[in-house]
């Protein structure tokens, strides 16, 4: 099984600041996906990261995978209160998820 | 497009009473996957299928779990008798890739939500 541990557990923040979520393993990944989920829906996706030291953009949101791809960040700019929700990171063969953080942005 | 349906929404069911979830991948997807969501546990994978065959269900609590495709449109998953532990949020999420050595994009439903009393 290969295991995707996800720091920080939860994060509060103002609207308009910035944050890095990150998801870590000791294994490597062909790839690894990111999903937000808001309360009472289903995670949706939001990008798949293939290559090493990849960056991808979405908005505000700033995906990068780590050189040896074993581990994956994600970072918002000017957080909104609808970045609100779960985070998840999954990959592997075995498609196991990460246990997510949890963002709160305030307004 | 209709995503991946699932019924239904909510359920509530008394232990010992048999408990069936439905589900509808998207169509043309080849790979279906039942997940459990609790806060302690937090999103476990279940079981899945590529081309409506089981591939690993090593994730399933027990035998009173079972899983069936009969079809590429349609998966039941049921839970014979219910406990109360078994209370939590299933989700089915469908995907277009398959193959052994690749990595899934899944697309997920709206999830059940089951409570056992």
């Known amino acids: 099984t290969q295991l995707l541990e996800q720091s920080p557990q939860f994060l509060s923040i103002q609207e308009g600041e910035n944050l890095t979520v990150y998801c870590n393993s000791s294994?490597?990944?062909?790839?690894l996906q990111w999903y937000r989920q808001e309360p009472g829906e289903g995670p949706v996706l939001l990008v798949t990261?293939?290559?090493?030291?990849e960056v991808k953009k979405l908005k505000r949101l700033t995906f990068q995978f780590g050189d040896a791809r074993k581990d994956s960040s994600l970072h918002i700019t000017a957080a909104q209160p609808g970045d609100t929700g779960l985070y998840l990171c999954a990959g592997g063969n075995d498609m196991r998820f990460g246990a997510g953080t949890r963002l709160t942005v305030k307004p | 497009d209709a995503g991946v349906i699932q019924s239904p929404r909510h359920e509530v069911t008394e232990m010992g009473q048999e408990v069936t979830l439905r589900c509808k991948p998207i169509s043309g997807h080849n790979s279906l996957f039942w997940y459990r969501q609790t806060m302690m546990r937090g999103l476990e994978l279940l079981i899945y299928f590529n081309n409506n065959v089981p591939i690993d269900d090593s994730g399933m609590p027990e035998d009173r779990f079972s899983a069936k495709m009969p079809n590429a449109s349609f998966s039941t998953l049921k839970i014979q008798p219910s406990e109360p532990r078994d209370s939590a949020v299933y989700f089915c999420?469908?995907?277009?890739?398959?193959?052994?050595?690749?990595?899934?994009?899944?697309?997920f439903g709206p999830g059940t939500r089951l409570t056992v009393t």
């Open positions: 990261v293939v290559t090493g030291g």
């Open positions: 294994s490597v990944f062909s790839s």
């Open positions: 999420a469908s995907s277009p890739s398959g193959g052994s050595g690749r990595s899934y994009e899944q697309y």
